[in-house]
């Protein structure tokens, strides 16, 4: 049996990671003043948080469309793969995940397995390189979603924005008229929530630094809990400079955990805004028997 992994643009894996574990990845369309562009083709990181801080308009997403995803399906066919496991953004925040479902029993020449990651940014590229390692090494598709289902289950995170403007606009805050007023003046606590699978903010800090200090509280709380070694992931949205402070912050206080940085791309910035920061953690893959 030959596996291909497939995930979308949202993973934010770099080339190399594609390249080294053989990733295919799609690219989700973003659309700024009525020009459609590529994430990751011809849409670069910080070519869309300018063109955010310039546009008339609201940007918004869009589907990679599905003859494209069947063309992607029928060349691996080509390439003498017999099955694919197709990671993808959460379905609560896109419909991506479900057009993928619906096409796949029309792909005869090669299994289609569609996997709802229930995440997205680079927690759902890490899930996207570990189906890759466990293909490498000969599992059978059954044993890498029932690997993938046990990592998932240990993702958590929290987002701290500037303000909800981006996700209110654009639909995807499911308690948002709970929070509307904190538009103004507050620093929203933003989650996946753990029932739903959808973004919920479930506080307010009147500072960004005292959001932070929040944020790494639950942290800790979350560390004690746990019963396996954790990893951590700072994710900044066009803010490298706190992204890396707050990365040597945990290290201090963490220094045995494995600790890596990452970016909110545009599909992800265009619903979270400029200057967007989250700490995410999960069981510490690198760790796992495969």
Do not use: C
């Not at 940014?121 to 029932?146: D, F, H, T």
């Not at 240990?154 to 509307?180: H, K, M, P, W």
């Amino acid at each position: 049996m030959k596996i291909a992994i497939v995930t979308d643009s949202t993973a934010y894996l770099t080339k190399a990671e594609e390249e080294k574990y053989h990733i295919n990845v799609v690219p989700i369309p973003v659309i700024i003043d009525g020009h459609e562009y590529q994430e990751g083709v011809d849409l670069t990181t910080e070519d869309f948080y300018d063109k955010l801080k310039n546009s008339n308009s609201f940007p918004s997403t869009s589907q990679a469309p599905m003859g494209e995803m069947m063309n992607l399906y029928n060349s691996l066919a080509d390439k003498g793969y017999d099955t694919v496991i197709s990671i993808h953004l959460a379905s609560t925040i896109s419909g991506f995940y479900q057009s993928v479902e619906n096409l796949a029993p029309q792909i005869d020449r090669i299994k289609v397995i569609p996997y709802d990651s229930k995440i997205t940014v680079k927690l759902m590229g890490y899930l996207a390189i570990q189906a890759s390692k466990m293909a490498s090494l000969g599992r059978e598709p059954q044993a890498i979603i029932k690997y993938l289902d046990g990592l998932r289950a240990t993702i958590d995170e929290l987002f701290v924005v500037d303000d909800l403007q981006n996700l209110v606009r654009g639909g995807r805050l499911s308690n948002a008229s709970a929070f509307i007023g904190g538009i103004l003046k507050i620093k929203p606590l933003l989650t996946f929530d753990d029932k739903s699978n959808e973004i919920v903010a479930f506080d307010k800090v009147r500072s960004r630094k005292k959001a932070l200090k929040r944020v790494e509280e639950l942290f800790a709380q979350a560390q004690q809990k746990a019963n396996y070694p954790l990893r951590a992931l700072v994710i900044n949205g066009h803010d490298p400079k706190a992204g890396e402070e707050w990365t040597e912050k945990i290290h201090g206080l963490y220094p045995n955990m494995p600790i890596e940085q990452s970016y909110f791309g545009p599909v992800v910035g265009t619903h979270l805004g400029d200057k967007a920061l989250a700490l995410a953690w999960l069981r510490d893959f690198e760790k796992d028997q495969l």
